[in-house]
C-alpha cells in the first residue's frame, strides 16, 4: 500500500489565496519530499525535507514536517493561476530504499 | 544534458502482445525506477534499481520485466500486456535513492 495519503484530494481557492496540502505517513523516513505534476506531464520536484528538520522554505514554499504525527504540509502562498496542478508527497526509508508517492493533492486556482 | 528520456510517447497493443518501454538519463545516476499512474491511484511503484546489475520489486511487479545491465538505461517489459496495464507509465532517476528525483515525460499506453 502507498506510503503517503494526501489531504484534501482537491483543493479550489481564488489567486492570491494560500493553499495548504497535507501528507500523511505510515512509517518511519529518511526523508519526505513533494512534487507537482502539471497535467499529462512528468513529475518536477519542489522541495526535500529532511526527517531531523521541522520547517524549510523555498519561495513561496513552507514545508512542515512532524515526525511524532507522521506528517507534513506543503503551503503555497499567494497562488498564481500557474499553481493549478496536482501535488504529490513522497517519502523514503533511507539509502537503498525505494521511494514511494502518496495518491495526490489536486489544486486549482482560479483568477 | 538531455535528462530523462523516455520511448515511445504513445502506444497502443493488443491483449497478449509484449513490448519494451525505453528509459534512458545522461545524468550518471545510480537510482532509477519505473511508476504506472492511473487516475485517483497517484504513483506507484513497479520496480526500481539502485545501481547496474541490481533491481527489486515495487508496489506492482507482476506482469512486468525489468533489467539495469547500463547505469544509463533501464527499460520495463510488459510480457504479456493486458488491459489492466493501459496507464501512463514513468521512469525517474537521482542520484541516489532518497535525493531529488528527475522524472521524464511519460508513455501512455492502451492495450485493447
Known amino acids: 500500500s502507498q506510503q503517503g495519503e494526501e489531504d484534501p484530494q482537491a483543493l479550489s481557492i481564488q489567486e492570491g489565496e494560500n493553499a495548504t496540502m497535507n501528507c500523511s505517513y505510515k512509517?518511519?523516513?529518511?526523508?519526505l519530499q513533494w512534487y507537482r505534476q502539471n497535467s499529462g506531464r512528468g513529475l518536477v520536484h519542489l522541495i526535500l525535507?529532511?526527517?531531523?528538520?521541522r520547517e524549510k522554505h523555498s519561495g513561496r514554499l513552507r514545508v512542515t514536517l512532524d515526525t511524532s504525527k507522521k506528517s507534513s504540509s506543503l503551503l503555497i502562498t499567494a497562488s498564481r493561476a500557474a499553481d493549478t496542478a496536482s501535488y504529490f508527497c513522497?517519502?523514503?526509508?533511507?539509502?537503498?530504499?525505494?521511494?514511494?508517492f502518496g495518491k495526490g493533492t489536486t489544486l486549482s486556482v482560479s483568477s | 544534458n538531455a535528462g530523462v528520456t523516455q520511448t515511445p510517447k504513445f502506444q497502443v497493443l493488443k491483449t497478449g502482445q509484449s513490448m519494451t518501454l525505453q528509459c534512458a538519463q545522461d545524468?550518471?545516476?545510480?537510482?532509477m525506477s519505473w511508476y504506472r499512474q492511473d487516475p485517483g491511484m497517484g504513483l506507484r511503484l513497479i520496480h526500481y534499481?539502485?545501481?547496474?546489475?541490481?533491481?527489486d520489486q515495487g508496489e506492482v511487479p507482476n506482469g512486468y520485466n525489468v533489467s539495469r545491465s547500463t547505469t544509463e538505461d533501464f527499460p520495463l517489459r510488459l510480457l504479456s500486456a493486458a488491459p489492466s496495464q493501459t496507464s501512463v507509465y514513468f521512469c525517474?532517476?537521482?542520484?541516489?535513492?532518497?535525493?531529488?528525483?528527475?522524472f521524464g515525460p511519460g508513455t501512455r499506453l492502451t492495450v485493447t
Open positions: 525517474a532517476s537521482s542520484l541516489r535513492t532518497y535525493s531529488q528525483q528527475y
Open positions: 512509517t518511519s523516513i529518511n526523508n
Open positions: 525535507i529532511r526527517s531531523n528538520e
Open positions: 513522497a517519502t523514503d526509508a533511507g539509502a537503498g530504499t525505494a521511494l514511494i
Open positions: 545524468m550518471n545516476h545510480e537510482y
Open positions: 534499481s539502485v545501481g547496474a546489475g541490481i533491481t
